[in-house]
């Protein structure tokens, strides 16, 4: 068990839908990682928060967007989905923002199986 | 743009023989490199990481890897495969000193004969 929780575990929806994928790291990390594991994409990064803020983004569709809360948990907000959205969902998490080695160490959830149809 | 290869798809062995995945990173420094490994319906579980120094790294469940600079190479092995090693492996890296993306490769597929 890795420490981070990713909730729900599966999700099927419809076309033109919206989902949000909720995401708690582990105790003491401060940043959140989502990524994006499709069968023609692969496993690509999609966006990271650092303490509530933005830190980095990846190729992340402008129907997609996110937020880390207070509490620092986050989600993953999902609209507008396509069949193509299909995919496996992770959030990671480290302890640090990317500035040092062992704290950039990302651990991972299990995974939200996004299925649109 | 950073890269990683993983030249191979699927790999079989035998239990009990030895492995090796490959993993070529293409990056003009030296970034920090990771295996991680994926089990059916599991997320990704680091197996080791390499930041600097010892190029031999040691990881958990027997694995090791070995950072080789002038080939660009972070190669993970094991000595003698289990059957519950089954599993996708994957290599990542992180461009040092700019933000911490995983830049993932396609991913190996492990089949362990028994």
């Known amino acids: 068990d890795s420490g981070v929780t990713q909730t729900p575990k599966h999700l099927i929806t419809a076309t033109g839908q919206r989902v949000t994928l909720r995401c708690s790291p582990r105790s003491g990390d401060l940043s959140v990682y989502w990524y994006q594991q499709s069968l023609d994409q692969g496993l690509q990064f999609l966006i990271q928060?650092?303490?509530?803020?933005?830190?980095a983004k990846g190729n992340i569709l402008e129907r997609f967007s996110a937020q880390q809360f207070p509490d620092l948990h986050s989600e993953l907000n999902l609209s507008s989905l396509e069949l193509g959205d299909s995919a496996l969902y992770f959030c990671?998490?480290?302890?640090?923002?990317?500035?040092?080695?062992?704290?950039?160490?990302?651990?991972f959830g299990a995974g939200t199986r996004l299925s649109v149809l | 743009a950073q890269s990683v290869t993983q030249p191979d798809i699927h790999i079989t062995v035998s239990e009990g023989a030895s492995l090796e995945l490959r993993c070529n990173y293409s990056?003009?420094?030296?970034?920090?490199l990771f295996w991680y490994v994926q089990s059916p319906g599991q997320g990704l579980q680091l197996l080791l990481k390499y930041f600097s120094g010892d190029t031999l790294v040691q990881g958990i469940k027997g694995f090791e890897a070995e950072f080789k600079r002038s080939q660009s190479s972070f190669n993970l092995r094991k000595p003698s495969v289990h059957w519950s090693d089954a599993a996708e492996y994957f290599c990542?890296?992180?461009?040092?000193?700019?933000?911490?993306?995983?830049?993932f490769g396609t991913g190996t597929q492990l089949k362990v004969e028994l």
């Open positions: 990056y003009g420094a030296t970034p920090y």
């Open positions: 928060y650092y303490n509530g803020e933005e830190r």
């Open positions: 990671a998490s480290s302890v640090g923002d990317g500035r040092s080695g062992e704290q950039n160490i990302q651990y």
């Open positions: 990542a890296v992180v461009r040092t000193g700019g933000g911490n993306k995983l830049t």
